[in-house]
């Protein structure tokens, strides 16, 4: 018998994330790990955030299993770490929406 007073949220399925994600729309920058100039950076907005991984919009299309350097903004604090892109589709609106996982 569980004595906790929290809910755990139903897993389902289809889900394969490790940990929830929990949304989040902050500004965010996303580059190839071997740049040397700030040309190749692309602005992304980060649309939910957790300990494995982040999904994000950007406007172009970002190859799937490339590795990324993401910068996250939240307040004061920076988040900086190198990604691996898991996912990668059009949205209605134009853009992609892309999922990473932390690596």
């Known amino acids: 018998m569980e004595t906790s007073t929290a809910r755990k949220p139903p ?22 790990p071997t740049a040397k100039d700030q040309k190749g950076r692309m602005e992304a907005v980060a649309i939910n955030l957790s300990r494995s991984g982040v999904g994000f919009c950007v406007k172009r299309e970002v190859p799937t299993g490339a ?7 939240l307040g004061d604090q920076q988040l900086l770490s190198e990604v691996r892109i898991l996912t990668c589709r059009r949205i209605p609106d134009g853009q992609f929406e892309v999922g990473a996982e932390f690596v």
């Open 11 to 32: 897993k389902r399925d289809d889900e394969r994330r490790r940990t929830p994600r929990v949304p989040h729309v902050v500004e965010a920058w996303l580059w190839s």
């Open 67 to 73: 590795f990324f350097v993401i910068q996250i903004g």
